[in-house]
T-cell receptor, first 111, second 116 residues
Framework: GENVEQHPSTLSVQEGDSAVIKCTYSDSASNYFPWYKQELGKGPQLIIDIRSNVGEKKDQRIAVTLNKTAKHFSLHITETQPEDSAVYFCAATLNAGKSTFGDGTTLTVKP | DVKVTQSSRYLVKRTGEKVFLECVQDMDHENMFWYRQDPGLGLRLIYFSYDVKMKEKGDIPEGYSVSREKKERFSLILESASTNQTSMYLC???????????????FGNGTRLTVT
């Protein structure tokens, strides 16, 4: 089955700096790569996603890049703010919504 | 906005009890999922369902079963709870747009189950 590795497990940045989280996946048939943000006491929420026919996608301060050949994808957050502090999960999806998740990255943005 | 509601926020059960975790979604989604979340292990898929009365095993189905009698409701059942099932349980749903097109998951806020 699919295997997703996510790095780093913890990330601490100063407010205004950029943050990058990286994931690799094993199954080249995966075609959908969402990123979720989980705040304390809540379930994960989608923040951005990318499909296998696209190399990059941007939404304001958040961007995701996908390298299908190398089987890795990354989340980039620019101009970080304290409210960006949360746990972030990447996922790789093979079919019908069945996603395999990375282990999560705890991002702390220091004011 | 899609709403996925899990009936209990916190549950404390004893070893050997039969436990029911309930999940309801209000957006007519075809797909529903149960994940468990443990520190450092991410989210692991227990069971999922693409339609009423249909179920498929995920990656860690042992010790669990599910029921989907209505489209909006998906129940996770622990037949005989054990201490290693102490965890956060997350229900999710998504649209089914065909095998070639995946949709994002919409999660509930979780049920933290403690088995003593």
């Amino acid at each position: 089955g699919e295997n997703v590795e996510q790095h780093p497990s913890t990330l601490s940045v100063q407010e205004g700096d950029s943050a990058v989280i990286k994931c690799t996946y094993s199954d080249s048939a995966s075609n959908y790569f969402p990123w979720y943000k989980q705040e304390l006491g809540k379930g994960p929420q989608l923040i951005i996603d990318i499909r296998s026919n696209v190399g990059e996608k941007k939404d304001q301060r958040i961007a995701v890049t996908l390298n299908k050949t190398a089987k890795h994808f990354s989340l980039h957050i620019t101009e970080t703010q304290p409210e960006d502090s949360a746990v972030y999960f990447c996922a790789a999806t093979l079919n019908a919504g069945k996603s395999t998740f990375g282990d999560g990255t705890t991002l702390t943005v220091k004011p | 906005d899609v709403k996925v509601t899990q009936s209990s926020r916190y549950l404390v059960k004893r070893t050997g009890e039969k436990v029911f975790l309930e999940c309801v979604q209000d957006m007519d989604h075809e797909n529903m999922f149960w994940y468990r979340q443990d520190p450092g292990l991410g989210l692991r898929l227990i069971y999922f369902s693409y339609d009423v009365k249909m179920k498929e095993k995920g990656d860690i189905p042992e010790g669990y079963s599910v029921s989907r009698e209505k489209k909006e409701r998906f129940s996770l059942i622990l037949e005989s709870a054990s201490t290693n099932q102490t965890s956060m349980y997350l229900c999710a749903s998504s649209f089914d747009r065909g095998l070639a097109y995946n949709s994002p998951l919409h999660f509930g806020n979780g049920t933290r189950l403690t088995v003593t």
